[in-house]
């Protein structure tokens, strides 16, 4: 079994905990930008540590820092901030798995972006995969009472939220494998952990200053809710990690492709922890975006 594989596994997981116990920091404590910032601020100096401590352990020389490497860190951090809020934002409008599904576009899209980005190879069965995909999107864009699904009822709030995540996510995605692949470095895991350490870094510092200026109080809020939010950060950190890795060692859409396991993860999570309800609609809707994606594994 190839590396990337099991790491891409691991980075589901962590990160279907990590969008649990934001849920629950965005229901009760926090804002959306709060929530988000959460992410980053407790791991972020973790992060690090780690990542400097391991560079000097192997005595590995850090590389230059390209303008291609920043301006790609730039944009990724900036897509994944705003796809974040999108998420936590969603968990207001629908419930977990459906939300969570929501965002899963994004292999879709990190498809079509990685391919016109980075020139990423695309098949005729991709294209038909991700075809399939956007019928399952489509399912899932309809508000869970409607009973005939019209054109004009997949325009919603929700779905708008889900599909800009999925985008966002995308560019992320593309970004961060574009800057861990421009550094002149032979280890995966020196490329990765300085590309997350960069990303991270400069997200909580853009965080602290937004909501400073547009949220007074919610980065005290972010403190005040530490025995919580710090799981949330190291969740972050494990999984943003392990994606990174991935990335470094495959294609960013084959890895985005087999993270949709996270589905799997979310459903339970959705029913059996969160006690939710799940349409027989929004359950095929799912089932089709799934089938799509592995799909994409096969053919990629």
């Not at 596994?9 to 990590?18: M, Y």
């Not at 403190?223 to 294609?251: D, E, I, K, P, Y």
Request: proline share 3%; charged share 10%.
């Amino acid at each position: 079994m190839s590396l990337w594989i099991p790491i891409t596994i691991a980075a589901a997981l962590f990160q279907t905990v990590r969008f649990m116990l934001q849920r629950q920091l965005s229901l009760s404590k926090l804002s959306a930008g709060g929530a988000t910032l959460a992410r980053f601020m407790y791991s972020s100096p973790l992060i690090v540590v780690l990542i400097v401590g391991y560079v000097q352990l192997i005595g590995e020389p850090l590389p230059n820092f390209s303008v291609k490497f920043w301006i790609y860190c730039s944009v990724g951090g900036v897509a994944q901030i705003f796809a974040t809020i999108c998420v936590v934002s969603l968990f207001h409008e629908r419930n977990f798995a459906v939300g969570i599904t929501f965002k899963k576009s994004e292999s879709i899209i990190a498809l079509l972006i990685g391919w016109l980005i980075l020139g990423d190879s695309v098949g005729s069965w991709a294209i038909a995969a991700v075809g399939f995909g956007v019928v399952g999107v489509l399912m899932l864009s309809a508000p869970p009472d409607l009973v005939h699904i019209r054109l004009g009822n997949l325009v919603n709030r929700a779905s708008g939220l889900g599909l800009a995540s999925g985008l966002l996510f995308a560019v992320s995605a593309v970004s961060y494998r574009g800057a861990s692949l421009s550094l002149d470095v032979s280890d995966p895991i020196v490329r990765a952990g300085l590309t997350l350490a960069v990303v991270t870094v400069m997200q909580t510092f853009a965080m602290i200053i937004w909501l400073r200026l547009r949220e007074p109080g919610q980065v005290s809020a972010v403190w005040n809710a530490r025995h919580v939010a710090v799981w949330v950060g190291l969740m972050s950190m494990a999984g943003s990690f392990c994606w990174f890795l991935a990335f470094t060692l495959q294609n960013a859409a084959l890895v985005k492709a087999l993270g949709q396991v996270e589905l799997i993860f979310t459903a339970v999570v959705s029913v059996f922890i969160f006690r939710e309800s799940v349409s027989g609609r929004e359950w095929l809707g799912m089932l089709v975006l799934l089938a799509s994606i592995l799909s994409l594994i096969f053919v990629l």
